[in-house]
T-cell receptor
Framework: KNQVEQSPQSLIILEGKNCTLQ??????????LRWYKQDTGRGPVSLTI?????NTKSNGRYTATLDADTKQSSLHITASQLSDSASYIC????????????FGTGTRLKVLA | ETGVTQTPRHLVMGMTNKKSLKCEQH?????MYWYKQSAKKPLELMFV???????ENNSVPSRFSPECPNSSHLFLHLHTLQPEDSALYLC??????????????FGSGTQLSVL
C-alpha cells in the first residue's frame, strides 16, 4: 500500500535553533517528492520538489534531502524564525496512476521566542 | 496570495441544509481539485477536473456534488451532510492534470462544521 509517514507529529523549538523533519514513504514506483508548508488557516504552499536523481535541494533556510534507496526524505530548517511555525507536509507522487499525490499527515512545528 | 480564492472561509450548516463552496483560480490553470483535510489525517482527494471535465471521483458520497462551469471556477454543492463531514475543504489548481510533477496551488480552504 502506498503510504507516507512523517515524524515527529509535533515539535517545539526556540527561535534561532535548527530542526529536522522526517518523511518515510512506501510509494512505488516513485516519481517525485514535495514538501509543503501550511500556515494555520491557510492552504499548503510548495517549498521544494525532488525527483529520483536529486539528493538535496534548498529554498532559503529550508533544505530538503532525499534518499531514494531507503525511501526517506528530510526537511532541515536553519536558524528558525517565528514565521516558520506551521505544519509541514510531505507529498510523494508515483509514476503510475494519475492525480495520485500521496500526502503525509504532517509535522506541526511551533517556534517560540 | 496563491492565486486560488475560496469562499466562504467558514461555514456552519445543519444536516438538512444545502450550501455550496466556491473556488476561483486566476492562474490560467487547466486542472482543479477538491481535497478534504480532517484533523490528524492526510489530505484526501475528492474530485479532479481537467478542462471542465471530471476525470476523477474518488469514491465520494453523493451528498457532495462538484460542478466546474469553466476552467477558472469550481463549486462543491453540499446537501444532507453528516457531522463526520466537518473538515477543512481545500481547492487546488495545477497547470496540467495527470502530471504529478506539477505543483498544486491551494486556496485557503473552507472550514466546514456540520451540526
Amino acid at each position: 500500500k502506498n503510504q507516507v509517514e512523517q515524524s515527529p507529529q509535533s515539535l517545539i523549538i526556540l527561535e534561532g535553533k535548527n530542526c529536522t523533519l522526517q518523511c518515510n514513504y512506501t510509494v512505488s514506483p516513485f516519481s517525485n517528492l514535495r514538501w509543503y508548508k501550511q500556515d494555520t488557516g491557510r492552504g499548503p504552499v510548495s517549498l521544494t520538489i525532488m525527483t529520483f536523481s536529486e539528493n538535496t535541494k534548498s529554498n532559503g533556510r529550508y533544505t530538503a534531502t532525499l534518499d531514494a534507496d531507503t525511501k526517506q526524505s528530510s526537511l532541515h530548517i536553519t536558524a528558525s524564525q517565528l514565521s516558520d511555525s506551521a505544519s509541514y507536509i510531505c507529498v510523494v507522487s508515483g509514476t503510475s496512476g494519475t492525480y495520485k499525490y500521496i500526502f503525509g499527515t504532517g509535522t506541526r512545528l511551533k517556534v517560540l521566542a | 496570495e496563491t492565486g486560488v480564492t475560496q469562499t466562504p472561509r467558514h461555514l456552519v450548516m445543519g444536516m438538512t441544509n444545502k450550501k455550496s463552496l466556491k473556488c476561483e483560480q486566476h492562474l490560467g490553470h487547466n486542472a482543479m481539485y477538491w481535497y478534504k483535510q480532517s484533523a490528524k489525517k492526510p489530505l484526501e482527494l475528492m474530485f479532479v477536473y481537467s478542462l471542465e471535465e471530471r476525470v476523477e471521483n474518488n469514491s465520494v458520497p453523493s451528498r457532495f456534488s462538484p460542478e466546474c462551469p469553466n476552467s477558472s471556477h469550481l463549486f462543491l454543492h453540499l446537501h444532507t451532510l453528516q457531522p463526520e463531514d466537518s473538515a477543512l475543504y481545500l481547492c487546488a489548481s495545477s497547470r496540467l492534470a495527470g502530471e504529478t510533477a506539477e505543483k498544486l496551488f491551494f486556496g485557503s480552504g473552507t472550514q466546514l462544521s456540520v451540526l
